[in-house]
C-alpha cells in the first residue's frame, strides 16, 4: 500500500462509528437550565436523579429539571443521596437538603457545626456514607457528620488530599507525595506508600476480587491492590495515552472510565471487549463523573451536559452519524459476513468482532434486496442485479432496477421497476428475459409453485399470475383488488404456507375454495387494534412475522404445542427508526437475534427481551396560583387541599424515573367533578388547570410504559366560593330570602286584607247604598203614604171642620126660628158637632199618619190629658185656632185659653212657637 497513513485516516471515521452502542440520552444545558459543568451524580430512593452542577443542586425526576441554589449562589461540586437526605459540599459550605412538605428540597448548612472553623477558600469534592456518618472531603479536610447527634468535626488534616474512595465499609483518602490513607478508629492511617504508588494520582478505587481491590490511575493506567501491594493490571485495549478523569467499577465486570478530551470508555473485563463514546455520540468529551443508577444505567456528568449510557439495553443502536453508509433497507448475515444494502451501496463487515464496514466495489448506489438463494447471493439494485461473492461483486444484469430476486424451478425470477425478467441457473443459459404482458412493478413477489407466482402493486392491487413452462410470457393474470386505504402499497407474503396480503389496516388470506381474499382470518382477528404504520410485513427464516408500528415492533409466532399464534410486542418508538414509509425492514442475523434498518444506521435486539424496570409514577410537585401571580408550591401529602377562591390556578408536576431511550412513557389524567374524561395520552409529566370555578376536584393521573399502565394516582383539592357564595353568605341570603318572602308574605297578606277590607267596605258601602236605597224607598214610601194619610187626614179634618162649620151656621139660622122641632134638629147639629166618633175617626187617621207622636208627646209630658193630646194633634197638622175651635165646638178664643194652658204644662219658654214645638216632635 503506498500510503497506510492516508488509508487509515480515510477509513478512520467509519472504524470510529461502526461500533454497535447501547442507547445514549444527552441532555443539553438549555434542557436542564443551569451551568455547563457536572461534576458529580447520585440517585435517591425515589430514583430521582441529582447533579452537583456549576449553578447549583440540579435535580431530576425523568421529566423535569429543578435548580436549587446553594447559599452565595456557588457551584456545587459534590453530591451523594442517601435515604431521605442529598448532602452536597460547594465552596466554603457544606451540608444536606431536605424535601419540605410540598417536595420543595431545603437546604441545612453544616458549616457553622464546625467548632475549630473552616479554612479559608475550601470547596468539598466528595462524599461518602458509612453507617451514620457522613464524610465530606475537601483538599485540606475530612469532615464527619454524625447523621444521628448532627455534630460534626474535622478527622483528617492534611495539606492536599486529591480523592476519596469506600471500599469494603472502609474510607480511603490519597494525599499528594504521601501515598493512599484508610481512616481506622476515626483517625487517618498510612495504607500504601508514595513509594510505591509513585505520585500517581488515583482517581477511582473498587472492590475487585477477594481481599483485592482495583485503582484506576488518571494517566497510567489500572493497578491491582492486594494487601498493601501495587501493581499493575492490564486492560485489553486500554488507552494509556488518554488522560482520565472520573472512574466508575460496576459489578458485572464493566469499567467505566471519562476521559479529559477523549470522551467515554467501557471496558468489560470479562470479556476483554470494550466500546468507546465520544462526540458526536456524546455532546462533550471530557467526563468530569461516573455514576451508575439503579437500572445500570451509566450517567456522565460532562464538562458542558449530561449524558445517559444505557448499558443494560436488550437494544444496540448503530448510528451512521456522517451518512458513510446510508439508510439501512436490507440486511444478512452469511457466511460469517454482516451485509447492508443501503441506499449508498451494499457494505459489509465481520458478524463476529469490531470490524468497521467496508463497501462491496463497485455497488455504489440504492440496494433494495439481498437475496440468499441456493447458495448464491443476489442483490436488488438501482442499476440491475449484482452476484455476490464474499466480498466482491459483479453486475450480472444491467438494467431499468432490480427490486427483488426469487427461486423459480431452476432459474431465478426478478421483479424489476418495469416488469419481470426469468433468467436460467445453467451457466450456458442465456441472459435474463423479460416475461412479456406484464410491464408493471414487482418489488413484492411470492412464489406459490413453479408455475404460479404472486405480486402485490401499490396502485393495482394483488396479481396472480400463471406463467408458460418455459418462462418467457405470462399465460393467465388475475387481479384482486385491495382497500383504498391501504398506505404505500399492500405487501404480499406467505406464513404457514398461506398466503396473505397487509394493509396499515388488516390483513387478508387467500381462501383457494372461494378464490378470494379474506380479512377473516386468526392472524387478522390477532393483530386487530393494533397501530401499524404501514402494510409492511415480513416472515423471516425463524418462520416469525412481524410488522411495524408507532411505538412497537410487532412479532407473530406460531406456539409449538398449542399451535396458536402468539403476538409478542416490541417497545421501539417510530422516532428511533424512521425510514420511509412502506420500506421497513428487518432481518434474523442469529439466533433469536434481529437487525431493524433505519435511515440514520440500525439497531439490533435479541429476544425475549431483558427487561428493565422503571421507577414508580408519583406526583412530585403541585403549584397553584391566582390570575396574574406566579405559582407557588403546596403541599403534596394532604388529605384535602383548601383553595381560596382566588386562587383557581392549579399545575400538577408527575413523573415516571425512566431513563431508558428506548421506553416510551406516557401519561393520561382527568379532574374529576370537572371532567370525567381521561385525556389523550402524553408525554409531558405536567397537567395545568386555570380558572376553575369553585367546587371539589379529585385529580387522577395515570402512565403508561410500553404500553403497560400503571396504577392511578390522585389528589384532592377543593376551590373555595368567594364571599359573596360562601356557606355563611348563602345563610344570610337565606334568612333575607325568608325574611323577603316573609315581608312579601306580610305585604301581601296586607295587600290581601286591604283588597279583602276594601271589597267588605265596598260590600258595606254597597250594602248600604242599597239598604239607603231600601230605606230611601221605604222613606219614600212611607212619604208617600203619610202624604197620603196626611192628605186624608187633613181631607177628612176638613170635611170635619167643613161640617161642622155649616152645621154651625145652620145651628144659628135656626135659633131664630126656634120651634120644637128646630130645637130638636139644633141638638142633633150639636150631637154631630160633639160627635164622640168623629174625634176616634180622626185620632185614628193621625196614628196612621204620624203613629209615634202621641207617644214621644207623652213620654215628655206624661201629664197630658186627652183633650190635650187633641189639641196637640191638631197643633200637629198646623191647624190654626180658627180651624181647630169647629173640630172641638168651641170658640176660637177658648182654642187660644188651651193654647194657653198646654204652653204651661209643657213648661214651653215664651220664645217657643208652640205649634213649632209640635210639629218638631
Known amino acids: 500500500m503506498r500510503n497506510p497513513v492516508l488509508f487509515f485516516l480515510l477509513f478512520l471515521p467509519l472504524a470510529l462509528y461502526s461500533q454497535e452502542l447501547p442507547p445514549v440520552i444527552n441532555f443539553s444545558q438549555n434542557q436542564y437550565d443551569a451551568g455547563n459543568q457536572n461534576w458529580m451524580i447520585s440517585q435517591g430512593e425515589n430514583k430521582h436523579i441529582y447533579v452537583a452542577n456549576n449553578s447549583g443542586l440540579l435535580q431530576f425526576d425523568g421529566e423535569h429539571w429543578n435548580l436549587y441554589e446553594v447559599p452565595g449562589g456557588t457551584a456545587v461540586r459534590s453530591v451523594l443521596a442517601s435515604q431521605k437526605k442529598i448532602y452536597t459540599g460547594s465552596y466554603m459550605d457544606f451540608g444536606y437538603w431536605e424535601a419540605n412538605p410540598a417536595g420543595e428540597l431545603q437546604y441545612n448548612s453544616l458549616k457553622d457545626s464546625v467548632i475549630t472553623g473552616m479554612y479559608d477558600g475550601e470547596q468539598f469534592w466528595d462524599i461518602k456514607k458509612l453507617g451514620e456518618h457522613v464524610v465530606y472531603q475537601s483538599h485540606q479536610r475530612l469532615y464527619s457528620f454524625n447523621v444521628s447527634t448532627g455534630k460534626v468535626h474535622p478527622i483528617v488534616t492534611e495539606s492536599n488530599i486529591s480523592n476519596l474512595f469506600m471500599v469494603n465499609d472502609k474510607i480511603y483518602y490519597q494525599v499528594v507525595e504521601k501515598g493512599l490513607f484508610v481512616i481506622e478508629n476515626g483517625s487517618g492511617t498510612l495504607f500504601i506508600s508514595n513509594e510505591k504508588i509513585g505520585d500517581k494520582p ?36 486500554y488507552p494509556l495515552s488518554v488522560s482520565f478523569f472520573s472512574a466508575l467499577y460496576i459489578e458485572d465486570g464493566t469499567l467505566a472510565l471519562g476521559s479529559i478530551g477523549s470522551g467515554l470508555y467501557l471496558f468489560n473485563l470479562n470479556e476483554s471487549s470494550f466500546y468507546h463514546l465520544s462526540q458526536p455520540t456524546l455532546q462533550n468529551n471530557t467526563v468530569l463523573s461516573v455514576m451508575q443508577d439503579h437500572e445500570g444505567n451509566i450517567w456522565g456528568g460532562l464538562d458542558n451536559g449530561i449524558t445517559v449510557i444505557n448499558n443494560k439495553s436488550p437494544f444496540r443502536i448503530f448510528v451512521d452519524t456522517f451518512g458513510e453508509i446510508g439508510t439501512v433497507y436490507s440486511s444478512a448475515v452469511i457466511n460469517g459476513i454482516r451485509y447492508l444494502g443501503t441506499n449508498q451501496g451494499l457494505y459489509y463487515k465481520e458478524a463476529q468482532g469490531e470490524s468497521s464496514y467496508r463497501l462491496v466495489p463497485g455497488t455504489t448506489g440504492q440496494v433494495w434486496s439481498i437475496n440468499y438463494l441456493d447458495g448464491k447471493l443476489f442483490i436488488g439494485h438501482d442499476r440491475g442485479t449484482f452476484r455476490v461473492e464474499g466480498t466482491s461483486g459483479k453486475l450480472i444484469w444491467e438494467g431499468l432496477g432490480t427490486w427483488t430476486v426469487k427461486k423459480l424451478g431452476s432459474g431465478f425470477l426478478q421483479g424489476h421497476y418495469n416488469g419481470l425478467s426469468y433468467f436460467s441457473d445453467d451457466p450456458l443459459g442465456s441472459g435474463p428475459e423479460y416475461l412479456k404482458d406484464f410491464h408493471l412493478s414487482s418489488r413484492n413477489i411470492i412464489v406459490e409453485n413453479d408455475s404460479i407466482i404472486w405480486i402485490s402493486h401499490y396502485h393495482k392491487g394483488i396479481f396472480r399470475l400463471k406463467l408458460d413452462k418455459d418462462y418467457s410470457r405470462i399465460e393467465n393474470i388475475e387481479n384482486y383488488p385491495t382497500e383504498n386505504n391501504f398506505g404505500f402499497e399492500p405487501q404480499i407474503f406467505v406464513m404457514d404456507q398461506d398466503i396473505y396480503y397487509s394493509t396499515e389496516s388488516a390483513i387478508y388470506r387467500y381462501d383457494k375454495n372461494e378464490n378470494v381474499f379474506l380479512n377473516n382470518n386468526e392472524l387478522n382477528h390477532l393483530t386487530k387494534g393494533l397501530h401499524r404504520i404501514s402494510g409492511a410485513s415480513q416472515v423471516l427464516q425463524d418462520g416469525s412475522w412481524w410488522s411495524f408500528g408507532r411505538d412497537e415492533l410487532y412479532s407473530v409466532t406460531r406456539d409449538p404445542f398449542e399451535q396458536k399464534l402468539r403476538l409478542r410486542s416490541i417497545p421501539l418508538p417510530l422516532e428511533n427508526r424512521n425510514i420511509t414509509k412502506g420500506f421497513e425492514n428487518i432481518s434474523l442475523i442469529g ?9 440514520v444506521g440500525y439497531i439490533e435486539f435479541s429476544l425475549p427481551l431483558t427487561k428493565i424496570s422503571t421507577g414508580e409514577l408519583t406526583i412530585n410537585a403541585v403549584k397553584t396560583a391566582a390570575k396574574g401571580s406566579n405559582l407557588e408550591y403546596r403541599p403534596l401529602k394532604v388529605s384535602n387541599l383548601d383553595l381560596e377562591n382566588k386562587i383557581n390556578n392549579v399545575k400538577f408536576y408527575f413523573s415516571i424515573p425512566n431513563f431508558q431511550k428506548l421506553t416510551g412513557i406516557q401519561y393520561s389524567y382527568r379532574i374529576l367533578n370537572y371532567s370525567s374524561t381521561w385525556s389523550p395520552w402524553s408525554e409531558y409529566g405536567t397537567a395545568e388547570f386555570e380558572n376553575l370555578p369553585p367546587g371539589s376536584y379529585t385529580f387522577e393521573v395515570k402512565g403508561k410504559s410500553n404500553e403497560v399502565e400503571t396504577g392511578i394516582l390522585s389528589y384532592e383539592f377543593s376551590i373555595a366560593r368567594p364571599w359573596y357564595l360562601s356557606l355563611l353568605a348563602m345563610l344570610g341570603y337565606f334568612l333575607l330570602l325568608i325574611l323577603g318572602l316573609f315581608g312579601v308574605h306580610m305585604a301581601y297578606k296586607r295587600h290581601h286584607e286591604k283588597v279583602i277590607n276594601e271589597r267588605e267596605k265596598n260590600l258595606r258601602m254597597q250594602t248600604l247604598e242599597a239598604e239607603q236605597k231600601i230605606i230611601k224607598l221605604q222613606k219614600d214610601h212611607l212619604e208617600k203614604d203619610m202624604a197620603e194619610k196626611n192628605e186624608q187626614l187633613a181631607a177628612s179634618t176638613m170635611s170635619i171642620i167643613r161640617k161642622n162649620e155649616f152645621l154651625s151656621v145652620l145651628k144659628e139660622e135656626l135659633k131664630h126660628a126656634e120651634t120644637s122641632k128646630v130645637k130638636g134638629v139644633i141638638k142633633t147639629i150639636d150631637k154631630e158637632i160633639s160627635e164622640e166618633d168623629n174625634w176616634k175617626m180622626f185620632k185614628e187617621a193621625f196614628k196612621n199618619a204620624d203613629k209615634d207622636f202621641f207617644g214621644k208627646i207623652k213620654s215628655k209630658h206624661p201629664e197630658l190629658t186627652s183633650n190635650d193630646l187633641r189639641l196637640c194633634a191638631y197643633l200637629r197638622l198646623n191647624l190654626t185656632s180658627k180651624e181647630i175651635a169647629p173640630l172641638i165646638n168651641i170658640s176660637v178664643k177658648s182654642v187660644e185659653i188651651k193654647r194657653y194652658r198646654l204652653r204651661k204644662k209643657m213648661n214651653l219658654p215664651h220664645e217657643i212657637n208652640l205649634t213649632d214645638y209640635i210639629m218638631e216632635l
Open 202 to 237: 488515583i482517581i477511582g478505587l473498587f472492590s475487585f476480587a477477594e481481599n483485592k481491590m482495583l485503582a484506576i490511575t488518571r494517566d497510567d493506567g489500572a493497578y491491582m491492590v492486594t494487601g498493601n501491594q501495587w501493581e499493575v493490571f492490564p486492560v485489553n485495549n
Open 591 to 599: 439466533k433469536d437475534q434481529y437487525l431493524l434498518g433505519s435511515n
